[in-house]
């Protein structure tokens, strides 16, 4: 059945849309001067290109509309050129409110997965099925059935993918950030490919393997789907009972401005297709998770002062205050790299939430009292 969205114009909206509010989250990155970010999205823009160019060139399992605006390679193998925005914003902004709650590596990246798949969950079912498609998984069936192999016309290892490429991501940017953060632009600019390259590279055999077992044993993609959210979900709700949470003071524009307008076009287009007419459950669920969402980037751990001191004090040896902005090092910093040394470990206690925001802050150790440089948190 024709709709109103089933058309060249509409089609082109969506691709505007994404430009749009990809541009917005950029500019403000940029304004706040959080490069880390913006290194992450460069990361992880690299990865979900190069990885979109080989699936449609290599492993063929689904192609992409011809009819966008701007796109890379040529058809059938093309990706269009905002994919790759949207990949990078995608896992640098998720990953990055995710470490507002201050949890391990592992759990900020399933964290960050379950914002990234609650937005693909709905994204995927309705793009599919405007235009001919926005991209066109081979084989599959547009109807809304729940099967083994596939949800509403979209393949589980399609879901279940996410929960290999947020956690491996969110390992390497972890791991070598501080490593980054003391280089030039140039030597931030080689680390920045070097996550995207180690990421693609333990992602594909990890996803290809996947795909092997559920085409052996269908159904194998979408239990491990479920068991991933499940643990996730319990993980993070037991973190978030232990520390409870608190409105953050910095609120996430960025994030709430691209999650906000892409669900914004996602719901339009469900009620154009008269999504609540065939699956009632699934279009209000959307407003369920949208809010959710849009929460997420608004709210943060409230740690307790037990909590406080062992995040800070033993690991990183700094003894943070909630009332000043003093903070006193227990034991020398030392070695060739000592004052960027110094300057992260304040940064982690700062970004913790331990100490107000400021312009500044003062440090007193081994060396005497100075002032470093100010935080963009």
Known sequence: METALDNLVLLRYFEINCYVISIAAIVFLVFRKDYETLFRFGSGAIFGTALELMSVNLMKGYHYNPDFLINIGVPPGQFMLFGGIMWGLLMALSIRVAERFRLNTLLTGLVS???????????????????????????????????????????????????????????????????????????????????????????????????AADRILPGTARALFFCVVAISVIWFGLHLAKTGLKISRRVDVAYLVFMGGSYLYLIVASVDLQVYKFVPVFFHAQFVILACTLVLGMIESQRSAGDADELAGPHTGITPTRHNTNIKIDRPVVGSHADARLEELVSVTASASLIPRCEALWISGPRGRRRIRALKL
């Open 113 to 211: 997965y379950l914002i990234v798949v609650g937005w693909d969950f709905f994204l995927d079912v309705i793009a599919i099925r405007i235009h001919g498609g926005f991209w066109v998984w081979e084989g599959a069936h547009l109807d809304y059935a729940i099967t083994a192999k596939a949800f509403y016309g979209v393949p589980w290892t399609n879901y279940l993918g996410y929960a290999f490429v947020l956690p491996i991501m969110t390992l390497f940017v972890t791991f070598n950030g501080p490593m980054s953060r003391r280089q030039g632009l140039f030597g931030r600019l080689g680390f920045m490919l070097l996550n995207a390259g180690l990421s693609l590279a333990l992602f594909i055999p990890l996803i290809s393997a996947v795909t």
